[in-house]
């Protein structure tokens, strides 16, 4: 087939995207991967959010996010996160206000930008339309090993921030 390795967690094999991927002439590697949902190369992973499920929705509410970027950031050198959605996918409430609500995604989103400019931030409207843009970001890079992607680790300070995003009024910097 000669496509590209990609490394994928195995919570992703319910998603689209391994099959298209697969389709498509990539050879995957299937990994329990505690940091990203893809590894494109060794210097790329993805976040994958799909937008239609509420897998970004609860990721944003839990702070889960949050502890996933930091993850990402210290493990590769362009972290990316990748939201998903379908043609039908209800917009995204971005009604201007006055004032910046984090109980709203596009708030929480912005949130994130500010405070991981490093972390790219990817759209997708498919399954095949991500597989197609995977295969773009990984040309020409070195594969990804399995073996170094499953070998990183959240760590312990990365879970004792995530606790301390809980409480209100606290950001882990304030610890």
Known sequence: RGG???????RELRAGVPRALYEGGARLAVEMLEVGDYVLSATIAVERKNVDTGDLDSSLE???????????RAHYATPCLLLEFSAGTRALDARATSNMSLKRVPDRLAKAALEYPDVRLLWSPSAEGTAGLFRALGDGGASPDAAAAVARREGASSRASRFVEKIPGLEAADA
């Open 4 to 10: 590209r390795d990609v490394v994928v967690d195995a």
């Open 62 to 72: 839990s702070g889960r996010l949050w502890a996933q970027l930091r993850a990402l």
